[in-house]
């Protein structure tokens, strides 16, 4: 037996998004808000895949 309860960090199925999450001095991720204020759908995904426009 344990003496103790540890912690359990639980995941969930969704997905994470990597702006969520500061450092946002990377491009990429300051690339990807923009798309999304400005409704720009194409960009969002190509920016998603990793290529630029």
């Known amino acids: 037996m344990f003496s103790h ?3 359990v960090f639980r995941r ?3 997905l994470e998004f990597m702006f969520r999450y500061p450092p946002w001095n990377d491009d990429s991720k300051l690339a990807l808000l923009r798309h999304v204020f400005r409704y720009d759908y194409v960009s969002l995904f190509l920016a998603l895949l990793g290529l630029r426009r």
């Open 12 to 14: 969930s199925f969704l």
């Open 5 to 7: 309860k540890k912690a």
